[in-house]
Structures are given as C-alpha cells and as structure tokens.
C-alpha cells in the first residue's frame, strides 16, 4: 500500500515525567522508520529533555519551563507560535489533556490529529481507547493504530536512546578516577526511589547487596538524587560500610545517568525512571515494583534481559487482598529477589566472573 500523503513534519507531544517520556520515544521510533526523512519534533518538560539529545528519531526537542507550564498566558502564546510556525502533518498527544488539545486545535491545517478518547476531546480526529492496552508503551504506540494502514506505517514498542561514545568514555575516566575497576562487575543500585514509599524494604535490601558482593565480588554503585542520599547512606551503612559500595560515583545529570548505565553491566533496584533509561540502552535490569504498580504497565517488552519482581508473583489475588501495603511489600523477601537476582548475574556477568 502507497502513502496516500507526504508526512513532512511530525509533532509528539509528551510532558511529564522520565519514564513516560522514555516509553513514549517508541512513537518517534514508529515515526521515523515510517517516514525516514520527515522531521520529527518532540515536546518535552525542560528538566528532562536534555536526556533525548542525539536520540536517533527525533529531530528536534521543543521543551516547556515550569513557568511556561504554570502560566497560561505564556504557554498558549507558546503552543500558538509552535504550530504556527511549522506546518504539521502529523500531531501526536500522549496525554490529550484540556492544556495539551491546544497544540491540535491551534493547527487547523494538520490532517492528522492523534490523541487518546475522552469525553471533552473533541479536537483529534482519530482517537484510541487506552483501557484496551495493558503496558504503557503498547498504549503510546497504538495511537498511532488508527491510521496505521491508511498511512502504511511500520510500528515498533522499542524504545531507545542516544548516549554518545564521547560521554561514555568521559565518563568512564571519571568512574576509574573514583576507583571503579572495570575488570570486576559493576551493578549500578537504585536503593531510593522520588516516592518514598516506593522504596523496598531497606534491611532486604542491605541483605541482598551483601550476598551480590560475596557471591559476585562486584561494584555497586548507588544512584540517587538529592534527598535520597540519606537512603543510600542508610543501606550502605547496614551493610556495613563494604568498599565495594560506592556513594562518590556521582550522575549530575540525566545525560550523565546514561554515561553511567553504559558504562555498567547490570541495573538492579526499585521501579523507576532510571530503570527506563538502562532498557532503552541496552542495559540488563531486575527491578522490584510495589503494590499498584504493575509490571504489565511498567515493563514494556519484558524479556530474559529485562526482568521485575512484584507482590503479585508470590501472591495470590485473595492472599493479597487481605494484606496492607507494607506486608505486600514484604512478601518479596531477600531469598525471593535474590534467587530472581542471581539467575540473571550468573549470565549477564559471566564475561567478568569466569
């Protein structure tokens, strides 16, 4: 089947946080495999954009300040000078809010308005169900479903991102400079999460660290961010102070988080954006996801490589119903993650433990 148009320039419109705008990547990548010359233009919160930089599929950043965000005025001048200065083919909204329809119904000329169905959407003109798809990624990518065959396009779930071989190799001076040794396993720990009650048991945690260390004799390096020092600290502590414990290999920056996770062999620790951004890069992950936050949501295309514990593997739906969110969260106890844990080590740090 032909395209029945010329697809010129693209606009995917996905505020929030990381790891939605990390799954969300997937519809640039559908995009441009769609239509390799057209210019795909992706609309971000500042904060975060600075991650898609070099990304392979997306031509140019438009990002949104908090200020931008919080002040009407400001963002609609901004939403009406965006499209009006570029003639859209195609506008993608991941969200299709009250704030994001704008961006659509500014850009009267675009024959392709993409959004998600909701009773006050009125503005795009092919529409999905979300509640018809189970993980996030699916759902970003089927919106594009609707005019898949009319437009011929080639749909991917794969999300990538775009560290450069300067960056990593920066960084990696940086990491040997802090006593990181590269011939020893590196396993980069996220112990804290932005939601503190996302964070796993932290004694388990301790525990689980120690038996890597004895059994791998690996380097974990601890990220974190701000407040969360104080979790890390915590943990390291409890395990009591080992030097392969690492709190001074800092990422000061998003792009710098990914310089990391490239330059490491495994991702461990709580749900998050930071367990994203090792997928999209290539990174074998295990990551722990407390109760209400599903794996079939948050682990897009699950794999050997990419694997996740949640209350729900241990327990039934009626054990869980009748317990709290703590006990749910303690069902996954050390030798429950550890055995998952150690299974997937034995393979993916084969080449530095033989």
């Keep these: 089947m032909q395209k029945t ?35 795909i233009h992706y609309v ?28 009407i005025v400001k963002y ?57 798809y189970e993980s996030n990624v699916d759902r970003m ?11 011929n396009l080639q749909l991917t779930k794969d999300f990538v991102l775009g560290i450069t071989e300067k960056e990593q190799a920066e960084f ?8 990181i040794h590269f011939s020893k396993p590196i396993i980069v720990c996220t112990i804290a999460a932005r939601i503190p009650r996302k964070i796993w048991n932290i004694d388990y945690m301790a525990e689980v660290l120690l038996r890597v260390i004895e059994k791998y004799d690996s380097q974990l390096i601890f990220n974190f961010v701000g407040d969360e020092f104080s979790v890390a600290q915590s943990v390291k502590e409890k395990m009591g102070n080992p030097s392969q414990v690492f709190l001074n290999v800092e990422a000061k920056s998003l792009r710098e988080l990914g310089a990391l996770l ?23 992950s295990l990551a722990i996801y407390p109760p209400g936050v599903a794996k079939k949501e948050w682990l897009p295309n699950a794999s050997d490589k990419y694997q996740g514990v949640e209350p729900a593997d241990i327990l039934s739906d009626s054990e869980l119903v009748n317990l709290d969110y703590t006990e749910a969260f303690n069902s996954m106890t050390p030798d429950i993650i550890g055995e998952r844990l150690f299974k997937m080590l034995d393979i993916y740090l084969k080449a530095k433990i033989n």
């Design 5 to 39: 148009k010329t697809i010129n320039k693209i606009l995917v419109i996905r505020f929030r946080r990381i790891g939605d705008a990390v799954l969300s990547s997937a519809i640039c990548s559908s995009l441009k495999k769609s239509f390799p010359n057209a210019e």
């Design 44 to 71: 971000l919160n500042e904060n975060i954009a600075p991650l898609f930089e070099n990304h392979p599929d997306i031509d140019k950043l438009i990002t949104f300040s908090n200020d931008e965000n919080d002040n």
């Design 76 to 132: 609609l001048h901004k939403v009406w000078k965006i499209v009006r200065s570029n003639r859209y083919d195609i506008i993608v909204d991941c969200r299709s809010t009250v704030k994001t329809l704008f961006f659509s119904l500014f850009s009267s000329p675009t024959p392709y308005k993409l959004g998600i169905s909701k009773k006050y959407n009125l503005i795009s003109n092919h529409t999905i169900e979300v509640s018809n």
């Design 141 to 151: 990518v089927a919106l594009l479903e609707p005019v898949q065959k009319e437009l």
């Design 172 to 179: 990696k001076s940086y990491m040997i400079q802090e006593g």
């Design 262 to 284: 490239k330059n490491s062999d495994f991702f461990f620790g709580n749900e998050g954006g930071p367990r994203h951004i090792s997928q999209a890069l290539e990174i074998p």
